[in-house]
């Protein structure tokens, strides 16, 4: 791999994990703290939605954008011709 091809790469990869982070802050930090009062008045099940978001939500997300992570660095693996 070339250095250009290797900036393209790592620049890739970091506007991935940027991205990623992003959703993460808005569910854990937005949804699961500032907005629990408004998201309190819907309900999931027997719950508040804040709640939920608060204790579930926010762990499920992350596991979530582990898998997605791990898909998207193998197409990109792939895409630049990175072998495992």
């Known amino acids: ?3 250009n091809q290797g900036q ?11 991205n990623l982070l992003i959703v993460w802050a808005l569910v854990s930090l937005i949804f699961s ?14 719950l508040p939605l804040g709640f939920w978001m608060a204790q579930q939500g926010s762990i499920l997300t992350f596991v979530v954008l582990i898998f997605i992570y791990a898909f998207q660095m193998d197409k990109l693996d792939r895409k630049f011709g990175i072998r495992k």
């Open 1 to 3: 791999m070339d250095k």
């Open 33 to 46: 703290i500032l907005l629990v009062q408004p998201l309190n008045a819907l309900r999931l099940g027997s």
């Open 8 to 18: 393209a790469y790592w620049r890739a990869n970091t506007a991935l994990i940027r």
